[in-house]
């Protein structure tokens, strides 16, 4: 049967996507665009599983600031600039998360949507200001509904903590660097494990449309 995917704008991170069906796997690319990229799937059985990948812009991308603003990367990095693009991607927590379809008809339409989750910048006191942590990753939506997530994992948890660290140095001069330091780098860490990540985007996956609203006010504020 015959699978239409349709990738949503996504102005800054290209993406791989693997599916797997009853009897092989396929796998695409799809570059960072402005517009809707469709796809055309032959896939054997009723269902399958799509797992997409987030990919680190490569040296010859370039902003377009055009492209729809609805993304909380996207919007970031508009704020951001050309310049910043590539320090912009080392706060990010690139995930790739796996979904799970079933009950797939010939012809039936398959959604991937471009997504952030990213945590709050002030401690639980409002007393300091914390490191941003966010992630991007992609959703998977059929028949109007979220696929369920089955599996979530970080692919650059390594440059993520190292900007932290650079970050925590530069943010947290004089003598409460002592204490500030530690705390700053060791709540990425712990944020971009991959029992955390997965974690929080199983919690993500599973909110109503008003609880993403509320949080998606939240990242607006944080800008």
């Not at 102005?11 to 990229?37: G, L």
């Not at 028949?143 to 650059?156: D, V």
């Not at 700053?184 to 971009?192: A, M, P």
Request: net charge neutral; glycine share 4%; aromatic share 12%.
């Amino acid at each position: 049967m015959t699978l239409y995917l349709t990738v949503s704008e996504n102005s800054f991170h290209a993406c791989n996507i693997r599916i797997k069906d009853a009897t092989q796997t396929r796998f695409y690319r799809v570059e960072p665009q402005s517009s809707p990229t469709f796809l055309d799937v032959e896939i054997d059985g009723t269902e399958c599983d799509i797992a997409i990948a987030p990919i680190k812009p490569t040296a010859t991308f370039k902003w377009d600031d055009q492209a729809p603003q609805s993304h909380f990367l996207n919007r970031l990095a508009d704020k951001c600039g050309q310049s910043l693009l590539s320090f912009v991607d080392q706060m990010f927590l690139r995930v790739t998360c796996e979904y799970h379809l079933t009950d797939l008809k010939d012809g039936d339409y398959v959604d991937v949507i471009a997504r952030s989750y990213s945590y709050g910048l002030w401690d639980r006191w409002g007393l300091f200001e914390l490191l941003p942590m966010a992630y991007a990753f992609f959703e998977v939506e059929h028949s109007g509904n979220l696929a369920p997530l089955t599996q979530a994992f970080g692919t650059n948890r390594s440059d993520v903590i190292k900007m932290a660290r650079k970050l925590a140095l530069l943010t947290h001069l004089g003598w409460h660097i002592v204490f500030m330091y530690p705390l700053q780098v060791s709540r990425i860490k712990r944020l971009s494990k991959n029992r955390k990540v997965f974690k929080a985007l199983k919690k993500f996956n599973r909110m109503s449309a008003e609880e993403r609203e509320e949080l998606k006010r939240k990242e607006e504020e944080a800008l």
